[in-house]
């Protein structure tokens, strides 16, 4: 079965601590993006790469990183210096001759206290 | 600056009507619409898209209308089923990563 995976589904971590969430695709697609959903805010683009070893900055990338090491996979750190970590992370991806078409996986609902 | 518009938060619309929801854009070099859904807790999952140089588009019960001269598009369904009950999403693109409205949470009463 093709598809996103994102683990887990559930994650609490204590103000302070970095956490990274994990995506893998295996739809063979080059473009991979992370997105943040908060109430009544939409989807707010942190991170996308287009290939291997190479990504750039969303509208909301301070506090966040990521690594592209692996055309399937697409890790994002949340780390201490992200004010407002508690949201809903969604990870998508596309293939390079259609990127307007992302595919998102279930999300990862991340709570720090 | 919001680029994509999506002014109303929520719809209701009685089972078996027609619902529309409406999306309005302020890039006129945006080329590429698209309309997603998406269920509590769970990814969206892509619906229907348009391309610009399209005025309609259309598939089964859902229907995009594009209105270029307004910077408008607006998404059919017909006739509205209590599956549809979700949050909508109007996304749109111009060379790079889609652009997202926040969304209009639809309920389809029976």
């Known amino acids: 079965d093709g598809g996103i995976t994102q683990s887990p589904k559930y994650l609490f971590r204590k103000e302070g601590q970095n956490v990274t969430l994990s995506c893998e695709q295996n739809?063979?697609?080059?473009?991979m993006y992370w997105y943040r959903q908060d109430p009544g805010q939409g989807l707010r683009l942190i991170y996308y790469?287009?290939?291997?070893?190479?990504?750039q900055k969303g509208d909301i990338a301070e506090g966040y990183s990521v690594s592209r090491e692996k055309k399937e996979s697409f890790p994002l750190t949340v780390t201490s210096a992200q004010k407002n970590p508690t949201a809903f992370y969604l990870c998508?991806?596309?293939?390079?001759?259609?990127?307007?078409?992302?595919?998102f996986g279930p999300g990862t609902r991340l709570t720090v206290t | 600056d919001q680029q994509v518009k999506q002014n109303s938060p929520s719809l209701s619309v009685q089972e078996g009507r027609i619902s529309i929801l409406n999306c309005d854009y302020t890039?006129?070099?945006?080329?590429?619409f698209l309309w997603y859904k998406k269920y509590p807790a769970e990814g969206p999952t892509f619906l229907i898209s348009?391309?610009?140089?399209?005025d309609k588009n259309e598939d089964g019960r859902f229907t995009v209308f594009l209105n270029k001269s307004a910077k408008h598009l607006s998404l059919h369904i017909v006739p509205s089923q209590p599956g549809d009950s979700a949050v909508y999403f109007c996304?749109?693109?111009?060379?790079?990563?889609?652009?997202f409205g926040k969304g209009t949470r639809l309920s389809v009463i029976a």
């Open positions: 890039n006129s070099m945006f080329d590429y």
């Open positions: 739809l063979n697609h080059d473009a």
């Open positions: 348009i391309s610009s140089i399209k």
């Open positions: 790469s287009q290939i291997v070893n190479d990504f």
């Open positions: 998508a991806s596309a293939s390079s001759g259609r990127l307007y078409e992302q595919y």
């Open positions: 996304a749109a693109r111009n060379l790079a990563p889609l652009v």
